[in-house]
């Protein structure tokens, strides 16, 4: 595929010889009508989301090639299916290009997304193609849950355990290595391509949904009712979710510094922006789930042993609508959490 | 509404409260988590379309207030559900704006789409807003179709009849008298809103697919396996939405030049572009269908009790794969259409 890059460009080949290319990523049945036709699913319910990605906003060349923006577009649009304890089936591809573009650049994309959809479920069944003076991608994914399994922000309550997956705050080292590479000092190769890859390719966190769902299906067969748990992905940061939890939820939390989900090298080679990064830096697409405590350790024990980091306890959900995070060794003044110093997209 | 324009901006306002005005415009049970849930659909399939649309590509202040804008935008989605024998379901707004945007702008915009919603079915679940150098809007649509009622661009059989909904050709006329008011000899404003309407203001062609419906509930209902109709919507032209039903299906076509569904007042206002305009303009929103003869006149006959200008059959479909477009009356040269007269995207 490299091969003809950058020579040959998406004005060059036209519209129809675009599509050509682009349909052998798309299953067969569903290329050629104006919309695609979803077999229907029974028992489950509809989970939607939808994203809006910009060059220069929200990928640049600089710090992303053409199959990690794929790839991260549609882990971000999967993360959101998780957070919602939803399982992927299928997304739309609207794709707005400048005639300039190299062909090459538009296959690297959609090989990137395919690659996500392999690994995580779901397939590419239907988009659009248009003319842009920005490259713009519009990704939109459904997912089905069962109607009595669905997570939301507004579920959590007082005494619930506040569960994170994952590390929080590499995937903001590694956009810093790839704006500034020679800002730092020198990063082992060994942590700072873990880091970067931790930013070009996410991985949204479908199998804390999936063991999640197992380890409860004993618990709640005999009672749906009872199935409670609130939660959301981190993409915005690890503050901004517990926060927009607990705002959603009409609650507050106290969150414990010693167990901020840090990567230790990450701890011990930015030691002044780690907790920062791990607080507000976003992207790091993990959930950030809050549990009745009964249900929370053994979760905990059966996801720690198929998954690594896997999940910590951070802290838990407590009356007084605001989120401190507390240091049990009293070393560091308490902090009051705020959404201010989060993402704003304005 | 208009009292803030164009002083108050996107950027003044910020992304927290552009969500908070804009979420009056969504149901209130699917505002605030990472995915809408929809409720599970049992019998039917999904249908899913999505379109991408930018600034400057396929609107622009000059031809299209805001208000229209999302009202075309909506009814271009819901066009290809119809195109699918589809109901609309629900839909999803991405939104990438400048800073600068006037508030009021967007908030248009959004009234647009829920009042083409309001007619038509359907309501908005979900969204994304992100900033982009272009005003950019990507819609996803969702619909419903009983799974042995699916229309295609496949299926049509030597034999069938070619079915039109509506005038073709006025979108066009519309548009050139927006982007050329002063370039033609004046036209009567009864006629120009008309055409200008046809423009900015579509219709799906929902209320067909429901008649059609009706009508065929009668005959399929014994075996349902016999329901055959071809078709897709007319955006991109009626001579592409006929060929490309062609194509698919392996099958030519015989047009009637006497049938050609033109507005009587556009061939006298325009008598040197009005068959260009029906065949090529594109962005009328028809729907183009091929039935069965023993179908077509029950179905010709209540459509057009119900609806003005109704429905025409301009031709039928034959072997030989090409596309012709004949005067029975030989006052003017058989023609044969290509694709490469409409619309290129790049």
Avoid at 197 to 216: C, F, K, S, V
Wanted: hydrophobic share 40%; proline share 7%; with cysteine.
């Amino acid at each position: 595929m490299e091969s003809d890059w950058p020579m040959l460009s998406v004005g060059n080949l036209g519209e129809q010889g675009l599509l050509a290319r682009l349909q052998q990523f798309c299953p067969s049945d569903v290329v050629g009508d104006d919309a695609a036709v979803l077999s229907s699913l029974q028992t489950a319910d509809l989970v939607v989301t939808t994203d809006l990605l910009v060059d220069q906003v929200h990928f640049s060349d600089r710090t992303t090639p053409p199959h990690a923006v794929g790839w991260r577009a549609v882990a971000a649009n999967l993360s959101d299916l998780a957070a919602m304890g939803a399982t992927p089936i299928a997304l739309t591809v609207g794709l707005g290009l400048p005639g300039e573009t190299a062909v090459a650049w538009v296959e690297h994309l959609y090989q990137g997304m395919v690659d996500c959809l392999a690994q995580f479920g779901g397939q590419i069944v239907g988009g659009d193609l248009v003319r842009s003076p920005q490259r713009t991608l519009a990704i939109t994914a459904f997912g089905q849950v069962q109607p009595d399994r669905v997570i939301r922000r507004s579920q959590a309550q007082v005494g619930d355990l506040i569960v994170v997956t994952g590390y929080h705050g590499n995937s903001r080292a590694g956009l810093e290595l790839l704006l500034q590479p020679n800002h730092f000092a020198p990063i082992p190769s060994l942590e700072g391509d873990r880091w970067i890859e931790a930013h070009q390719y996410p991985r949204p966190r479908l199998d804390a949904i999936h063991q999640l769902g197992q380890r409860l299906a004993g618990d709640f067969t005999q009672n749906p009712k009872s199935f409670r748990i609130a939660g959301m992905d981190s993409s915005d940061g690890l503050a901004d979710a517990v926060l927009q939890i607990c705002r959603a939820s009409g609650v507050g939390a106290e969150l414990d510094y010693r167990k901020l989900p840090i990567d230790p090298s990450l701890a011990r080679h930015f030691p002044d922006r780690a907790v920062e990064w791990c607080l507000y830096g976003g992207e790091d697409f993990e959930l950030v789930l809050c549990l009745p405590p009964q249900i929370v350790h053994p979760f905990l024990d059966q996801f720690i042993a198929a998954d690594n980091p896997g999940a910590t306890i951070i802290g838990k959900i407590i009356a007084p609508p605001e989120v401190n995070l507390v240091d049990p060794q009293q070393l560091q003044a308490p902090q009051r959490l705020t959404l201010e110093k989060g993402f704003q997209h304005f």
